[in-house]
């Protein structure tokens, strides 16, 4: 398929806002195109180039973008920003900035959308010195062969935001329509392989392909997620449950095969390598090969530290040693999804728990099997005692869904109101501050548009403020004054006193005492908290 016409669909489904209509025309563009193309334009069509859990990365900032492009259309980086200023959107400006030098260009060659991907592919390869020349070199390729329209597709997907409002869920079921095959089988072996596209390319193999898709070692699988419950309610419907502490942690999963393992984040990332304190403790105590779901939490002279602490050891690319005798770290391991050559996701949690004592038999997450209320309260209450969030509370009988926030897992925490919002900007900081920023600005999403509501300053201490400098000094976008405008990737949960209707954000609401809570590294953008969510909390309170 050629890029103009993958960009023209792209253009289709921006406009579009149902979903059945969406989840038709996705079917009609994946039944045009070859094995080949498919889990490339799988990818796209859901704002991703590679795979979730593939080390490549394409690694360019909106800097480095908007050099490319001001060299493509003639123009310097301030007048590019300025565009995208102006319009509020990157890819639209770009469009607008390319459609502009248009008529002075002839020469093109048309893009195809699989060569598109190879010179992702090309750039993601792209190290060391003179990477920086290099990557630049290709986007100029890249945006010197593009169309406006291209353009403004290419530009969201350097920046890995589509914004056509086409989510995971659609594109299962336009493949399941496109392929005339079962959803319930795409949905499985996309929980197993984790890789849309890669499931659309068998799918149009056929149902067989399908269902002999098995997890594999060394291919993460998306974590299995809890939903907010209470205990009377899980025992009432389930009778005996098992019970777990909640560890304030990061999520990991470890994928071991003789004597080599690696470490994944809960973004699937693999991050092995920052994490060799992990790797030496379980690696000689576990007996076979395995994947198994923990939580890793940091610890000083015997006491439970701050999630921040685990976060700045995941990111940790360089000097890791120094970090490792600052920080320690301990796994405490809760389930097992693969044991010598058989997937156990489909087993119930009960016959896991059975298998994963048998593997290890430190660094076990302890569980309490009850079906009293009483003797789970008392767990609880430990729990909080002993400086845990809280506590996990989870259906014996129910079988591992990766990537599902159902209710067989249930999180029981103290009550606190919290929201999951963008971070679209932020303000340089005063004082010892001054090198930091200093407060952030939030926003939630209506219908793909982020929309402020408000600023956080509260609750972030200066190792946290350092942390989130390293985090989001790449993402800057532009300045003015100490204003920044910062590309939307990073999501933080935000406690609040109360919501108030407000004329001095574009929502229309403000948190009252809003106060940072942690960054949410497991939710992307698209997942962050709606409008509607807001008004629907503010209408509850007043
Ligand atoms: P939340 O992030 O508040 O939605 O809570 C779910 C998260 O709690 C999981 O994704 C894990 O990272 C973490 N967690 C801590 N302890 C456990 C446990 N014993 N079982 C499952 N998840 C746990």
């Not at 016409?5 to 406009?15: K, Q, T």
């Not at 996705?26 to 498919?38: D, H, R």
């Not at 336009?174 to 089988?185: G, L, P, Q, Y």
Request: charged share 30%; proline share 4%.
């Amino acid at each position: 398929m050629r890029f103009i016409d993958f960009s023209r669909y792209c253009e289709r489904l921006e406009a579009m806002s149902g979903r059945l209509e969406t989840i038709e025309l996705v079917s009609e563009m994946l039944a045009l195109l070859t094995e080949g193309e498919l889990p490339v334009v799988v990818r796209f069509v859901t704002g991703r180039i590679f795979p979730d859990w593939s080390p490549l990365k394409v690694g360019i900032g909106p800097n480095l973008l908007y050099e490319a492009v001001a060299y493509v259309v003639g123009e310097k980086k301030a007048a590019v920003v300025e565009e995208i200023n102006r319009t509020g959107d990157a890819g639209k400006a770009i469009e607008h900035l390319i459609a502009t030098k248009e008529q002075t260009s002839f020469f093109r060659t048309e893009l195809e959308t699989t060569e598109v991907y190879q010179e992702f592919e090309a750039i993601a390869r792209t190290e060391g010195k003179g990477s920086q020349r290099e990557k630049i070199l290709s986007l100029r390729k890249l945006f010197g062969n593009a169309s406006p329209l291209e353009a403004r597709y290419l530009a969201r997907l350097v920046l890995e935001e589509l914004r056509i409002g086409v989510g995971e869920g659609n594109v299962r079921d336009a493949i399941a329509r496109a392929f005339h095959v079962d959803s319930a089988s795409v949905e499985h072996a996309y929980q197993a392989i984790n890789d849309l596209g890669e499931v659309a390319r068998l799918a149009k193999q056929g149902e067989e392909a399908l269902q002999g898709v098995a997890i594999q070692l060394f291919r993460p699988v998306k974590m299995m997620l809890a939903q907010q419950g209470t205990i009377a309610e899980m025992v009432q419907d389930h009778g005996e449950v098992a019970a777990e502490f909640k560890y304030d942690g990061s999520r990991f999963q470890f994928h071991k095969q003789g004597s080599t393992c690696r470490i994944y984040s809960r973004k699937l990332e693999d991050v092995t390598d920052a994490l060799p304190d992990i790797v030496r403790q379980l690696l000689p105590v576990v007996k076979a090969d395995v994947i198994l779901d923990g939580e890793v939490i940091a610890v000083k002279e015997g006491k439970p530290r701050p999630f921040q602490f685990v976060l700045r050891r995941f990111r940790r690319k360089h000097e890791v040693s120094s970090y490792t005798e600052e920080i320690e770290l301990v796994p405490h391991v809760f389930d097992i999804l693969y044991h010598n050559g058989q997937s156990l996701i489909d087993s119930p949690l009960r016959e896991r728990r059975v298998h994963l004592e048998k593997v290890i038999s430190g660094f076990i997450a302890p569980q309490l099997k009850s079906s009293t209320v009483n003797s789970l309260e008392t767990f609880y209450q430990q729990a909080l005692d002993a400086g845990h969030e809280g506590i996990m509370v989870k259906d014996l009988a129910s079988r591992y869904t990766p990537g599902v926030r159902g209710k067989s897992w249930v999180k029981i925490k103290p009550e606190v109101d919290t929201l999951d919002l963008a971070v679209i900007g932020a303000e340089w900081g005063e004082g010892r501050r001054a090198h930091f920023f200093g407060s952030f600005l939030l926003a939630c999403q209506d219908k793909g548009k982020l929309l402020p509501v408000g600023k956080v300053a509260t609750g972030i201490n200066d190792e946290t403020l350092a942390l989130l400098y390293e985090m989001f000094k790449d993402l800057i976008v532009s300045q003015s004054g100490k204003e920044v405008f910062l590309e939307p990737s990073i999501v933080f949960e935000v406690g609040y006193s109360e919501i108030q209707q407000s004329p001095n954000y574009e929502s229309g609401y403000a948190l009252r005492f809003p106060r940072f809570v942690r960054v949410r590294d497991d939710k992307r953008v698209e997942e962050i908290d709606s409008l509607d969510s807001i008004r629907q909390r503010y209408e509850k309170r007043s």
